[in-house]
């Protein structure tokens, strides 16, 4: 059995679940024991689907509790370990393997029958990334989905001709919608390099398999630039790629631009509870924008900037909280009203005859996520972001967004990749550390005044950092390898428990 064919196996399970009207929840490869049994509990499922193993992952043992402690569950279909490492001793009887489990016969002939399934019946539920608590469960539907590839569709011109190379996690809504979604819309070939990312097989399925488009999170590129088959990797054939997930310094984007060399990059902008994507670039755009903005709202989209956690419109060019409404929202968190309530929020001052949700007393109101992200609208209304609300630094009453840090530190010749954070200060409440990592073996690490100089240049003298640790150097508290979540972003979090352990 070959990746490709456990691909075969989600889009199968996706696809009869879509048919029935039944809702697909992916759970992340890396939870726990403990993580499946809470999440699954507050879900309830009637069938798992799940590999006996995956990579240094056994679910052996999580599985065989899993039955005993989830009521709900009353059939485990077993697929085929990859690498042949996990198997099960033994078959309880609620499990199946996947093939015997299609090979059964069914209980009536005939074509199986249409259920009546509605456009808006939840088909999908994604569990947002949480730094605390159990992840919430953003319920998606088939008019989400569907209506996101269709929109990615449209702006990449992406035809049946197409190869795309998916590096990233189909549990995520980057993989599932963007990456499945996208192509099942466009009739496009997915190119899927390995179980978990790796830079070295995600260059070789450029090559092998001439893909002509390639998606990934800012960090995915990173290591594909700097790994030492990068040189000699054929990539002539990339005709286009998207890059989102996490925020992107102009200077990282001009690179994968300029050295992949990706002629068509399209930035984006989006979230979870919005289907994905919200924002995107177009190829015809000026350049300028396409490196240094979000792109412009999907077709059915409104959006304002505000005052964070109000419904205060501030002035056309000011930083705010970004809040969005249109056809890709969430109907909410399942199970959690009170986090529903926080999240999609009516604003009084927007009534209008066409909105979404109601007072009770015939007047209509839109209903606005509250995205927690910081961004401007420029004066051609590209988003611009500048990062998370929660990222804010506060040194001494000043409000420091370490995105524009960021962006600066790329730009010099001898850094990869930057993620600031705020670091406690007696002084100053906090003061601002700067991760960074080298571009390669032949570039000279600066030294921390460089760096500190080198901001100066640029941003105001507060913001350049106080603290430099360098991610592969020699503290041994500073990992090797950038801490990252398991879609592949960044882990800010990570760094800031880094950075506990640093000043402890």
Request: charged share 20%.
């Amino acid at each position: 059995m070959n990746f490709g064919q456990l691909l075969d196996h989600n889009a199968e399970v996706f696809f009869a679940c879509a048919y029935l009207g039944a809702a697909l929840v992916m759970l992340n490869y890396a939870y726990t024991e403990h993580e499946m049994a809470a999440l699954l509990t507050t879900i309830a499922p009637k069938i798992l689907f799940a590999p006996p193993g995956f990579v240094h992952y056994d679910y052996t043992k999580a599985l065989g509790k899993l039955e005993k402690e989830i009521p709900a569950l009353d059939r485990f279909v077993i697929i085929d370990d990859l690498g042949g490492k996990y198997s099960f001793s033994s078959h309880p009887p609620k499990f199946v393997p996947y093939s015997e489990y299609l090979g059964r016969p069914r209980t009536s002939t005939g074509p199986v029958p249409a259920t009546g399934v509605s456009p808006h019946d939840t088909i999908n539920v994604q569990f947002t990334s949480g730094s605390t608590g159990l992840p919430k469960r953003v319920s998606l539907s088939h008019y989400n989905i569907m209506n996101c590839g269709r929109h990615i569709w449209q702006q990449t011109r992406m035809s049946e001709d197409d190869r795309v190379c998916l590096p990233v996690p189909l549990f995520h809504s980057f993989g599932m919608i963007v990456g499945i979604s996208t192509s099942a819309v466009a009739g496009s070939a997915l190119v899927l390099p390995s179980e978990l990312f790796n830079a070295q097989m995600t260059l070789e399925c450029i090559e092998k398999y001439k893909c002509t488009a390639v998606y990934g999170v800012p960090t995915m590129f990173v290591t594909e630039m700097n790994h030492r088959q990068y040189a000699r990797t054929d990539r002539s054939s990339l005709r286009f790629g998207i890059v989102g997930g996490a925020a992107m310094p102009p200077e990282l984007l001009n690179r994968i631009v300029k050295d992949f060399p990706v002629p068509r990059l399209y930035t984006c902008w989006g979230m979870t509870e919005m289907w994905s994507l919200v924002t995107m670039m177009h190829e015809t755009d000026p350049y300028s924008k396409r490196i240094n903005t979000a792109g412009r709202l999907f077709p059915y989209y409104v959006g304002k900037i505000v005052k964070p956690n109000t419904s205060e419109v501030l002035p056309w060019g000011s930083k705010g909280e970004i809040v969005v409404s249109g056809p890709g929202q969430m109907s909410g968190y399942l199970g959690n009203p009170d986090k529903t309530k926080e999240a999609l929020r009516y604003h009084e001052e927007d009534l209008e005859a066409d909105g979404i949700g109601g007072l009770g007393d015939g007047t209509v109101l839109r209903r606005w996520m509250h995205t927690g992200d910081e961004g401007f609208l420029d004066e051609d209304g590209y988003l611009v972001i500048s990062g998370r609300i929660k990222d804010i630094v506060i040194r001494g009453g000043e409000n420091i967004s370490p995105m524009e840090i960021e962006e600066r530190l790329i730009e010099h010749d001898s850094i990869a990749q930057a993620s600031v954070i705020g670091v406690p200060d007696e002084r100053l409440g906090e003061e601002l550390a700067a991760f960074v990592e080298l571009r390669g073996d032949g570039f000279t690490r600066p030294s921390d005044d460089e760096l500190r100089a080198f901001v100066r240049q640029r941003l105001a003298r507060f913001k350049a950092p106080k603290y430099f640790y360098w991610i592969g150097g020699t503290n041994e508290l500073i990992p090797r390898d950038w801490p990252k979540t398991t879609s592949g972003k960044v882990s800010k979090p990570d760094l800031r428990k880094i950075a506990q352990g640093l000043f402890s």
